[in-house]
Structures are given as C-alpha cells and as structure tokens.
C-alpha cells in the first residue's frame, strides 16, 4: 500500500518537471516570460516544496498511528503545536510572500509605455490601439521590453483574458475595466485564452500576444494602423464585390471600404494574422474557405452563418481577404 | 422497567397503514432514509454526466457531446453535487442520527421536518425536468451574470426558480436541526458532553440560516431580471455584473463549509470509536468547528481576485481566508492524536476516513495557496482548482459520507456489509479518485481553463486528461461496488446487533434498527462517551404518552415532557403546492401561480387544524423559550439576513456604479405619505405588546382587541402602500434602471410580508378561540414577527426615503 503511493508519487511529481522543460509554445504558468509571470512561478515552486513536507509529515504521523508497535499518547499540546503554531507560521510567511509578490504582478508598479485596449466578445477578442485606428483580432502585438498596459473590458458577458507566460489573469466584466502588464523578455508568440465560462465557445476562445523587437512592432503597427489596400486586380476586385455583395459586411468591418459592421471581428488585415476564430484555426486558405462555407462545424454555435457562394466567387473571394495583409 | 412499559410505547407511537405512512409520516428515522436514499439517486445521476464529460475529454477535439450538452452536464454536475446531493445526504444521516445520538425521540418539529424532504424532492425533480426537456441550466453552478441574466430559453429558470424553492427546504430544515439540539437533548447532556457530529450539525445549520438569504435575494434579482425586465446586474442601465458574484459567494463561501464540516463531524465520530478512544481535544475541535463557520462568511472575496478589486480589499480577504487553516489545522492534528492514542481497527468506516484524511490535507494545502492573491489570479477558472475543490468536496465530504454508509447502515438496517468488498471499492475509490483529480492539478498548471467542452492537442494536456478519464472510470467501478454492497448487505447481511462497533455515542444503545420511539427509556448522559459508561446508566421512564423530554439549552437540565404531533398529509400538500406555484411561474402562468399561492393557503391551514389524538391532553409549556420561541427567532434571524441582503444591494447599486442617485431626470421620492404608512405600521407594535402583555394576565377579550387593531392598521398600511406605488409607478418603474429595480423589490418583498404578519395575527385570534398557556405562547411568538416587520418598515424607510436627501 505504501510503496505504491510512493511509486505513484514519484510518477505525478516528475510531470511537471518534465512538461516545464518540454512544453513550449504552450501556455503554461511553469514557463514565464517575463517578471511577473516569473514571480508567480516561483511563488508555485515555494509553496509546493512546503506543501509537500507538510503532506509527508502527516502521511508519516498517520503512519505511526497505524503500524505502531509501542503506546503512545500525544495530547492537547500536540494537536495545539502542530494544529494552531505550524499553521500559524505557514500563513504568516504566506502572507509576507503575497504582500512581496502583489505589486509584482499588478499594473501600478510598471512604468507603461502605451495602452492596448481589448474587448471580450463572444466568442473574441476585440484588439485596438488607441489613437492609431489600428485594429485586429484575437492577436496582440507588444514589442518586447516594453510594459505594455492591457485594458481589458467586455461588451456582452464576463470573459477573462489569460496569457500565462506573461501574466496573471485579469476578468473582462461589463463596466468594470481592468489593466494587466504585459512585459515580454524575449520575442516569442505566447498563447492565451478565455478564462471565465462565457457560454457555448468559451472552449474556442483564444488568442496569440506577439511580442517582437521594437522595430518590428512598430513596422506592423504602421501597417495595421493604414486602412485595407485597394483591390489591386480585377480578380480581387471581384472577390472583394462578392464580400460587399454577400452578407459578410453587415458584422465584419474592412477599414477603408464600405464593410463595417461591428458583430464579428475586424478583417481589414485579415492575412497577415496567424490563425483563424479565435486561435482555434491555422490561418491558411483550405482553412479559410472551410470557415466561410460552414463555421458551425468548426465552432458550433458560433455567431457566423454559413455561408453560400459558388466555386469561383469563393476563389475570388478568397484571393481578396488573402490581399488584406 | 417493564414490558407495559415498550408495550404503552409501542401503542402510543404505532403508525398508521402502509400507505398512509408513506405520505403522511413524521418519523425523523423514515424521512432521514428517504432523504438518503434521494440524494444518492442525485449522486449517481451527477456521477454519470461526470463521467459522460470525462469521456468527452479523454482526447482532444473529441465531437461524442456538443457545446450545449456539454455546459449542460457539467453545470448540473455541479447544482447536483452541491445542492442536491452533499447537502440533503448529510441532511438524511443529520435526520436519522441527531434524534438518537442526543437521545430524543424525533426531531422538534417533525411536520416542518416531512415538509423539508417533499420540497427537497420537489425542488430537486424541477431542476431535473429542465434536463428532460433539453434545457438544464447552462452557466455552470455559480452562473456568473450577465451571461445568466441574459441567456435565452428557460434554462437559467430552472436554476433561479429551483434554488428558491429548494432554499426553503434547506432553512426550514437547518431551523429545525437548531432547536432539536438546543431543546432536546437527554438529560444530563450539556453542550460540553454533545457529540461532536451534532456540533458540526448545529454550526452547518446556524451557517445555513445566514447564508440562505443572500442565494435566495441573488436568484430573485436574477428572475426578475430574466423575467420581468428588471436591472440588478446590467451595466448599461445602472446596474452592476459583480452584485451578482458577491451575493452569491456571500453564500458560497459558507456553503462550502456547510459541505464540508458534517462531513468533518462524521470522522471526528468515527475516529474515537475504532480508535478505542475518546476524541483528543475534544473542547477544541467543538470551538474550530464554530470558528470555521463563523469565519466562512468573512472570506467570500478570495473567489473574486481576478476581478479587479482594490489591492487593499484583497489583502484582507485573503488573511481572513488564511486564518481558516488554524481550525482545519486543529481537527486534522486532533484527529491523529486520537489515531496515533488508540488501537486503530481497520475496518472499511475507518479506512475512508484514513483515505479522507490524506486527500483533505491535500486540498488543503492547495486551498492555502488561494490565498496567496497573485498565485489565486493565475490558477483560478483553471483545471488547478478544479483539481483543488474536487480534493476538498469530494476528499473532504464524499470520502467521510462513505465512511458514515458503512458505519451506520447497520444501525438502520440491522445488517453488516461485507469487508472484503469494503476494502475493495475503497481501493478502487481512492486510487481512482487520485488518478483522475491529482492530473488535473499539472494540467491546470499548464495553463488548461476549466469549463472548456474540448481543447486542442499539442498543449501538454492530452496525456494528463486521458489519466483522468480512466481515473474517472475506476473511481465510478468502486462507487458500484459499494451500491452493490449496500444492496447484498440489506439482503443477506450478517445481523448488526445493537452495537457492532462498540461505538460510545447514544444511537448504539438502542436496537438495529431502532424501535418508532427510539429508546425505551430515556437516557441521562454524564459524559461525552455515553455508551463507554459504566455502569449502566440510571434512565428515565416517560411511557404515558407520544411525548420527548425538553432540556434546557446549556446545561441540559430537564425541563419538561413535550408532546410530538402525530402523522400529518399536509406536509407533503403544501410541497405540492409550492411545487404547482414554482411550476406557474417556470411557465408564466399567472393562474398556475395563483392557484399555487391558494393552495399553499389552504395548507397551511390545514397543517394546523387540530388533530383527532393531537389536543386531548396540552401540556402547558415547560419553558420560557419553547420550541416555537426559537424557531420564530431563527426565522426572523433568517428573514432579517435577506432584508439586511437587499438594502445593502441598495447601496451597493447606488455607491459602485457611480451616478446620480436617483439617476438623473428622477426626483427624490415624496416623504409625506410614506412617512404616514410607515408610522401607521409601526403602531401596530403597540397594540400586539397590550395583546401580550393581556395574555399573561388571562384577559381574553384585551388579547383579541389588541390582535384586531394589530390586523386593521396592517390593512390600512398595505391599502396606503399600493397607493404610494401606482403613484411611483406613474414616474419610474422597475424596467426603467437598477435604481426602479431595487426600490420597487423593497417595497413589495416588504409589504409581502405585511400580508405574512397580517395573516399570523388573524391565525392568533383563531387560536384564542380556546385560551389555554400555548395560546398564550402562540400570541407571543406572533408579537415577534410583528415587531420584526415593523423595523424592517422603518429601516427601509429611511433608506428609500431619507437616505437620498443625504
């Protein structure tokens, strides 16, 4: 009985240790990329070291109790010194820790370069940098080494954003704004998602921060902040008559053409994300066009209809939201 | 000590025929079986969609459930879990036990008791009917708004109307769990010598008093929201989505101690017994299971720090959520002085409470880490909690509820269980339960969200689920072997015997199962392990009647000789009645409705015609504070808690969401009239004290003067009262925005309640028809109420009237 506990625990207790070095491009809390999510980790590994002796000396005390051999006879003293004096300096030296690590982790203390506002929708997110017209999708750009505040705040019901190698997880309510830090050490992409139940695709609800070198980001905020380029053939002119044509305008918005519906998420530089509904797809043309045609099957219950179009209009349709880079 | 005496007895509680029993009966033992039994059908089902949603998980992007089944199951898992089976399972062995352990012969009030199981079942088969139709609740069972007061369909009905009706089976029966151990313990039993079982019953049940109102305030805004167009959680119309999640964990919290501290209670019996010692500690594990839930209603934040408080806030919600390790702390430590103390017996009771005691300590020590507020903001809503509540919920409340079926079925039953399969499902439980929950601690580490139908591969998750699936498998193999084992043992079983155990607490004096009237005589307790005395102990005869002893609330000291009511229908009616009326608003049926809220009338009515063997022979009351003083106290405690509920949604709606208060374009409201009503009102507690004051000194026609002005100036309040409202009406309803909503919800839960006092003044003056000292008691106890309402008359006036000037 003993020995398999034993054997179990060996088993549940390398797990981690083995997911924290092979587990990148995840988003997992055991991976930090920057300060506060490095906080918080440490903070894990403290309290699971101490966690793990308590847990030994009680399976050791109830031990005795069970297999002992001689009488013994612990008193009121005994469960006053383990039960009241033990917990007593565990929650004290808990406490000292939460009051060091709070500011860490909270938007107050970083000094924060600029605002990336971020809307939950369902099931989205609604990314815009103000007062540069640049607006996206389930996609965050930061540049790396930059404190970055997040706001975060939601349009219909409570969602929460949560990218775990950067940061703690923060709710988007209903009139309540929240801010979050993002501070990324390195480049990288870091996946996050919806963490607060929000109805029937809370499951497909993600997204990707990019975060690159300064002159990167700042080439693509340009570039995200100009409206979508005008249709440079007759064949994307074509594909993009068919959008206007179709019922993709009245929720989508297309900066800089007559498509500007609010429902669903901003396409103006549709190509040049890397996935698809809410990170839930590659953003590729096969993928594209199975999103188009027949959305419930990939996201069932989603907000977008299926939608209807013939071989060629959707190759031309195709051909233009693959312009919109 | 005869056999006339078990003869009297046997004639005085014999019960009707089969049929009239089964609806009709009081008998705490029957309803605590019944209650058992309901829950674990409850268990079984929630264990199913447990295991469906596993399956479901086993692999990424499996399609076998869609969204909506999916939220579906995983949110009925949870109200099951929680609501309909935890609860009403310690209920049962709460029902059963209570009685016997404290030596009494049935429950304070055994009707209201009848009337808390049919409205369980009631409540229970509501929620459930949503299931059937394809629209269960979908938002999970803590169903944050606005998803939940926004959500189309009835789904989200079913969970607001089912928790009202089902909170009111929860009071009545924690009001009744209160006086059957403040009242009737056996002589000699002070609260110092009390089973530590039934100080967990009484800190869960006081718990539940306080509790109850804020779910029950929190699922009305939430229905006049769905229903009625009403603004309690919607930002844009001045109300505010986290009102909500206060409410609701206001109750939450403590109601994960209601949970968890019977379970306590039901290891700190066992461990003494089959340590062959008296419990370590003992004074001190009655206080921790106190201060536990005392301080349970201080925390509620900690299930709020990814929202977005104050830091300050959450700083000292979290070191009020820590202290709670002190009292854990102390009732672990005691349980293994007592274990390491004695000679453990490993029989299959007691190796569920080894196995609760190392998987409580572990969500434990993972419950501490919640408290550490920027490790909480990164784990919450993930698997880690999952993984968390699943070691506290099921370590903490299954694993000991187990331990109880195997220790004290024989008692009901007078059969044994069969080791050897004991000892088996409790391996398959324990292994499997850790199989499947520990994974969930790396996978929520990993950065897994809860509540999430499906998730993609490649995240490090896909091993760590598909553990967990045949985890949840092995665990589901080990609970049918203990149904099965339960079913072979009422079968075949060996004989129990009066104590199999060699148990020290009061239930094992008596036969297996025990007689209708419990014990032949009754007991007089001189230490906290009874049945461990020697020698045998000196008890009192009391066969003359189908009567209990009364013992004062300290000390135990006898106080009189009660007499209990006999079998009674209109229990099982007025359930049904609330049922037709829940079932009239579910489907906006006004008449339906209405004719519930006639039906619950009439019941009510008839609950108290008298009896055919009921009155012959009323004892005056033994006591100044009878069985009914304390149960309108604790109703008005109860009462008192919801309104305290809404006026501080009151202010919270007017302070948070900052604005105009009354928003703009609104005026103050008029003072002159409700000023008028209210103190119309309020002169009504002067003429019920001249009632009281009359009754004492036995003047009957004063008594009745007093009660008819009492009953004319709560009439004229209610006729002022509309007045004031279609004038109201005619400037701002309650669509209009939250501050409509809010005022509008005082006024008429307030002058509901008026119509309440009313109707218990007139049903006095019925009583005074034959003036004995119970009419005397009758009349007192109604003049409480009366006052009751008369401040919560005023304190809303001020808040209504006066606090906008300010």
């Given at each position: 009985m003993?020995?398999g506990?034993?054997?179990?625990?060996?088993?549940?207790?390398?797990?981690?240790?083995v997911?924290?070095s092979?587990?990148?491009?995840?988003?997992?809390?055991?991976?930090p990329?920057?300060?506060?999510?490095?906080?918080?980790?440490s903070?894990?590994?403290i309290?699971?070291v101490?966690?793990?002796l308590?847990?030994?000396?009680?399976?050791?005390?109830?031990?005795?109790?069970l297999?002992?051999?001689?009488?013994?006879?612990?008193?009121?003293?005994?469960?006053?010194?383990?039960?009241?004096?033990?917990?007593?300096?565990?929650?004290v030296?808990?406490?000292?820790?939460?009051?060091?690590?709070?500011?860490?982790?909270?938007?107050?203390?970083?000094?924060?370069?600029?605002?990336?506002?971020?809307?939950?929708?369902e099931?989205?997110?609604?990314?815009?940098y103000?007062?540069?017209?640049?607006?996206?999708?389930?996609?965050?750009?930061i540049?790396?080494?930059?404190?970055v505040?997040?706001?975060?705040?939601?349009?219909?019901?409570?969602h929460?954003?949560?990218v775990?190698?950067l940061?703690r997880?923060?709710?988007?309510?209903?009139?309540?704004?929240n801010?979050?830090?993002?501070?990324?050490r390195?480049a990288?992409?870091?996946?996050g998602?919806?963490?607060?139940?929000?109805?029937?695709?809370?499951?497909?609800?993600?997204?990707?921060?990019?975060?690159?070198?300064?002159?990167?980001?700042?080439?693509?905020?340009?570039?995200?902040?100009?409206?979508?380029?005008?249709?440079?053939?007759?064949?994307?002119?074509?594909?993009?008559?068919?959008?206007l044509?179709?019922?993709?305008?009245?929720?989508?918005?297309?900066?800089?053409?007559?498509?500007s519906?609010?429902v669903?998420p901003?396409?103006?530089?549709?190509?040049?994300?890397?996935?698809?509904?809410?990170?839930?797809?590659?953003?590729?043309?096969g993928?594209?066009?199975?999103?188009?045609?027949?959305?419930q099957?990939?996201?069932?219950?989603?907000?977008m209809?299926?939608?209807?179009?013939?071989?060629?209009?959707?190759?031309?349709?195709?051909?233009?939201?693959?312009?919109?880079r | 000590?005869?056999?006339t005496?078990?003869?009297?007895?046997?004639?005085?509680?014999?019960?009707?025929g089969?049929?009239?029993?089964?609806?009709?009966?009081?008998?705490?033992k029957?309803?605590?079986?019944?209650?058992?039994i309901?829950?674990?059908l409850?268990?079984?089902?929630?264990?199913?969609?447990?295991?469906?949603?596993r399956t479901?998980?086993?692999?990424?992007?499996e399609?076998?459930?869609?969204?909506?089944?999916?939220?579906?199951l995983?949110?009925?898992?949870?109200?099951?879990?929680?609501?309909?089976?935890?609860?009403?399972m310690?209920?049962?062995?709460?029902?059963?036990?209570?009685?016997?352990?404290?030596g009494?012969?049935?429950?304070?009030?055994?009707?209201?008791?009848?009337?808390?199981?049919?409205?369980f079942?009631?409540?229970?088969?509501?929620?459930?009917?949503?299931?059937?139709?394809?629209?269960?609740?979908?938002?999970?069972?803590?169903s944050?708004a606005?998803?939940s007061?926004?959500?189309?369909?009835?789904n989200?009905?079913?969970?607001?109307?089912?928790?009202?009706?089902l909170?009111?089976?929860?009071?009545?029966?924690?009001?009744?769990?209160?006086?059957?151990?403040?009242r009737?313990?056996?002589?000699g039993?002070?609260?110092?010598?009390?089973?530590?079982?039934?100080?967990?019953?009484?800190?869960?049940?006081?718990?539940l008093?306080?509790?109850?109102?804020?779910?029950?305030?929190?699922?009305?805004?939430?229905e006049?929201?769905?229903?009625?167009?009403?603004?309690f959680?919607?930002?844009?119309?001045?109300?505010?989505?986290?009102?909500?999640?206060?409410?609701?964990?206001?109750?939450?919290?403590?109601?994960?101690?209601?949970?968890?501290?019977?379970?306590?209670?039901?290891?700190?019996?066992?461990i003494p017994v089959?340590?062959?010692r008296?419990?370590?500690?003992?004074h001190?594990?009655?206080?921790?299971?106190?201060?536990?839930?005392?301080?349970?209603?201080?925390?509620?934040?900690?299930?709020?720090f990814?929202?977005?408080?104050?830091?300050?806030?959450?700083?000292?919600?979290?070191?009020?959520?820590?202290?709670?390790?002190?009292?854990?702390?102390?009732?672990?430590?005691?349980?293994?002085?007592?274990?390491?103390?004695?000679?453990?017996?490993?029989?299959?009771p007691?190796?569920f409470?080894?196995?609760?005691?190392?998987?409580?300590?572990?969500?434990?020590?993972?419950g501490?880490?919640?408290?550490?507020?920027?490790?909480?903001?990164?784990?919450?809503d993930s698997?880690?909690?999952?993984a968390?509540?699943h070691?506290?919920?099921?370590?903490?409340?299954?694993?000991?509820?187990?331990?109880?079926?195997?220790y004290?079925?024989?008692?009901?039953?007078g059969?044994?269980l069969?080791?050897?399969?004991?000892?088996?499902?409790?391996?398959?439980?324990?292994?499997?339960?850790?199989?499947t929950?520990?994974?969930?601690?790396?996978?929520?580490?990993?950065?897994?969200?809860r509540?999430?139908?499906?998730?993609?591969?490649?995240?490090?998750?896909?091993?760590?689920?598909l553990?967990?699936?045949?985890?949840?498998?092995?665990?589901?193999?080990?609970?049918?072997?203990?149904?099965?084992?339960?079913?072979?043992?009422?079968?075949r079983?060996?004989?129990?015997?009066?104590?199999?155990?060699?148990?020290?607490?009061?239930?094992?004096?008596?036969?297996?199962?025990?007689p209708?009237?419990?014990?032949?005589?009754?007991?007089?307790?001189?230490s906290?392990?009874?049945?461990?005395?020697?020698?045998?102990?000196?008890d009192?005869?009391?066969?003359?009647?189908?009567?209990?002893v009364?013992?004062?609330?300290?000390?135990?000291?006898?106080?009189?000789?009660?007499?209990?009511?006999?079998?009674s229908?209109?229990?099982?009616?007025l359930?049904?009645?609330l049922?037709v009326?829940?079932?009239?608003?579910?489907?906006?049926?006004n008449?339906?409705?209405?004719?519930?809220?006639?039906?619950?009338?009439?019941?009510?009515?008839?609950?108290?015609?008298?009896?055919?063997?009921?009155?012959?022979?009323?004892?005056?009351p033994?006591?100044?504070?009878?069985?009914?003083?304390?149960?309108?106290?604790?109703l008005?405690?109860?009462?008192?808690?919801?309104?305290?509920?809404?006026?501080?949604t009151?202010?919270?709606?007017?302070?948070e969401?900052?604005?105009?208060?009354?928003?703009?374009?609104l005026r103050?409201?008029?003072?002159?009239?409700?000023?008028?009503?209210?103190?119309?009102?309020?002169?009504?507690s002067?003429?019920?004290?001249?009632?009281?004051?009359?009754a004492?000194?036995?003047?009957?026609?004063?008594?009745?003067?007093?009660?008819?002005?009492?009953?004319?100036?709560?009439?004229?309040?209610?006729?002022?009262?509309?007045?004031?409202?279609?004038?109201?009406?005619?400037?701002?309803?309650?669509?209009?925005?939250?501050?409509?909503?809010?005022?509008y919800?005082?006024?008429?839960?307030?002058?509901?309640?008026?119509?309440?006092?009313v109707?218990l003044?007139?049903?006095?003056?019925?009583?005074?028809?034959r003036?004995d000292?119970?009419?005397?008691?009758?009349?007192?106890?109604?003049?409480?109420?009366?006052?009751?309402?008369?401040?919560?008359?005023?304190?809303?006036?001020l808040?209504?009237?006066v606090?906008?000037?300010?």
């Open positions: 003993r020995s506990r034993e054997w179990r625990y060996r088993l549940v207790l390398a797990l981690p240790l997911c924290l092979g587990c990148g491009g995840g988003q997992s809390t055991l991976s990329h920057s300060g506060p999510a490095r906080t918080i980790s903070l894990w590994w309290m699971f101490g966690s793990a308590v847990f030994a000396l009680v399976v050791a005390l109830i031990a005795v109790g297999l002992k051999r001689r009488r013994t006879s612990p008193g009121t003293k005994f469960v006053v010194g383990l039960g009241v004096v033990l917990p007593v300096v565990v929650i030296s808990l406490f000292v820790l939460t009051l060091d690590a709070l500011p860490k982790t909270s938007p107050s203390s970083a000094k924060t370069r600029f605002q990336v506002d971020v809307v939950g929708r099931w989205f997110w609604d990314v815009s103000p007062a540069t017209g640049a607006r996206t999708a389930n996609e965050i750009h540049p790396v080494g930059v404190p505040d997040v706001r975060v705040t939601s349009s219909d019901v409570i929460s954003l949560w775990p190698e940061n997880k923060v709710d988007a309510i209903p009139g309540h704004p801010d979050v830090v993002f501070d990324a390195e990288g992409v870091f996946r998602q919806c963490a607060e139940f929000c109805g029937l695709e809370h499951a497909h609800m993600a997204l990707e921060v990019v975060a690159e070198p300064r002159a990167a980001f700042d080439d693509w905020l340009h570039r995200a902040s100009a409206p979508a380029p005008p249709p440079a053939n007759a064949r994307l002119e074509r594909g993009q008559q068919v959008l044509g179709s019922d993709c305008e009245y929720c989508h918005r297309i900066a800089g053409t007559n498509a519906g609010t669903g901003d396409l103006t530089h549709i190509a040049s994300r890397l996935s698809l509904a809410a990170a839930t797809i590659p953003n590729s043309r993928y594209l066009a199975g999103w188009i045609l027949d959305p099957h990939i996201k069932p219950g989603n907000k209809p299926a939608t209807n179009l013939s071989g060629p209009d959707l190759q031309a349709l195709l051909d233009y939201l693959e312009s919109l | 000590m005869a056999a005496n078990v003869e009297q007895l046997r004639h005085e509680w014999a019960e009707p089969a049929l009239m029993t089964a609806v009709a009966t009081v008998d705490h029957r309803i605590g079986v019944r209650y058992l309901t829950a674990t409850f268990f079984l089902l929630a264990g199913l969609e447990a295991v469906t949603m479901q998980l086993a692999r990424p992007n399609r076998l459930l869609t969204p909506e089944a999916y939220d579906q995983f949110s009925m898992h949870g109200i099951t879990m929680i609501f309909l089976f935890v609860t009403p310690l209920s049962g062995f709460g029902n059963y036990f209570v009685p016997l352990m404290v009494a012969r049935d429950m304070a009030f055994p009707r209201l008791n009848a009337l808390s199981y049919w409205v079942l009631a409540s229970g088969i509501f929620m459930y009917s949503g299931l059937l139709i394809g629209s269960a609740p979908d938002a999970g069972w803590f944050y606005p998803l007061s926004t959500s189309p369909g009835s989200l009905d079913f969970y607001g109307l089912g928790l009202i009706f909170g009111i089976s929860s009071t009545a029966g924690a009001v009744n769990f209160i006086v059957t151990i403040i009737l313990r056996a002589p039993m002070s609260l110092n010598r009390m089973p530590l079982f039934c100080w967990a019953i009484l800190a869960t049940s006081l718990s008093v306080f509790a109850i109102p804020s779910l029950t305030a929190d699922c009305l805004f939430l006049l929201s769905r229903k009625w167009g009403y603004h959680f919607d930002a844009a119309h001045g109300g505010d989505a986290l009102l909500w999640q206060h409410l609701f964990w206001i109750f939450g919290h403590p109601d994960v101690y209601i949970i968890f501290l019977p379970a306590v209670g039901i290891v700190s019996t066992i089959f340590s062959r008296p419990m370590v500690a003992y001190l594990v009655a206080l921790a299971t106190m201060a536990t839930a005392f301080l349970g209603f201080g925390v509620w934040v900690h299930h709020m990814a929202v977005g408080l104050p830091q300050i806030t959450m700083t000292v919600f979290a070191a009020a959520s820590m202290v709670i390790a002190i009292p854990s702390g102390i009732q672990v430590f005691a349980w293994i002085a007592t274990l390491m103390r004695g000679r453990p017996v490993m029989r299959t007691f190796l409470v080894v196995g609760f005691i190392v998987t409580f300590v572990i969500g434990g020590l993972s501490v880490m919640f408290a550490v507020i920027p490790f909480d903001q990164q784990v919450t698997y880690f909690v999952v968390h509540f070691y506290v919920l099921f370590g903490g409340a299954v694993f000991p509820i187990l331990a109880a079926i195997h004290w079925l024989p008692k009901i039953s059969r044994m069969d080791e050897r399969l004991g000892a088996a499902s409790f391996w398959s439980i324990f292994l499997g339960f850790n199989l929950f520990f994974p969930m601690h790396i996978a929520g580490l990993l950065g897994m969200p509540r999430v139908y499906t998730y993609p591969s490649g995240m490090g998750w896909d091993a760590l689920n553990l967990s699936t045949i985890g949840s498998y092995v665990l589901a193999i080990g609970i049918l072997m203990v149904v099965v084992n339960v079913l072979w043992s009422l079968v079983g060996r004989p129990a015997g009066n104590d199999p155990w060699e148990a020290n607490t009061l239930e094992w004096s008596t036969t297996s199962p025990p209708n009237y419990n014990f032949a005589t009754i007991p007089v307790v001189r906290p392990d009874p049945n461990w005395d020697e020698p045998q102990r000196s009192l005869l009391l066969a003359h009647g189908h009567e209990t009364a013992t004062s609330e300290l000390e135990g000291e006898l106080d009189g000789v009660l007499r209990m009511p006999e079998e229908v209109w229990p099982l009616i359930a049904v009645s049922a009326f829940f079932v009239g608003l579910i489907a906006s049926s008449t339906a409705a209405w004719t519930g809220i006639g039906m619950i009338v009439v019941s009510l009515a008839g609950w108290h015609l008298p009896t055919a063997r009921g009155d012959e022979r009323s004892d005056p033994p006591a100044e504070r009878t069985g009914g003083w304390w149960g309108m106290v604790l008005i405690a109860t009462e008192a808690t919801l309104f305290a509920v809404l006026l501080a009151y202010f919270y709606l007017r302070f969401p900052k604005g105009a208060w009354p928003p703009d374009g103050d409201p008029k003072l002159l009239k409700p000023l008028v009503a209210t103190l119309i009102l309020v002169a009504s002067a003429s019920i004290v001249l009632s009281t004051l009359a004492r000194r036995g003047q009957l026609v004063r008594v009745r003067v007093g009660l008819l002005v009492t009953i004319a100036l709560g009439v004229v309040f209610l006729i002022l009262q509309r007045q004031i409202i279609d004038a109201s009406l005619r400037a701002f309803h309650p669509g209009t925005d939250a501050y409509g909503s809010i005022f919800t005082l006024l008429g839960l307030h002058a509901a309640h008026v119509v309440l006092g109707l003044a007139a049903w006095a003056v019925l009583r005074t028809i003036f000292r119970s009419a005397v008691v009758t009349v007192r106890v109604v003049s409480f109420y009366v006052h009751f309402v008369n401040v919560v008359a005023a304190v809303v006036f808040a209504l009237y606090s906008p000037r300010g």
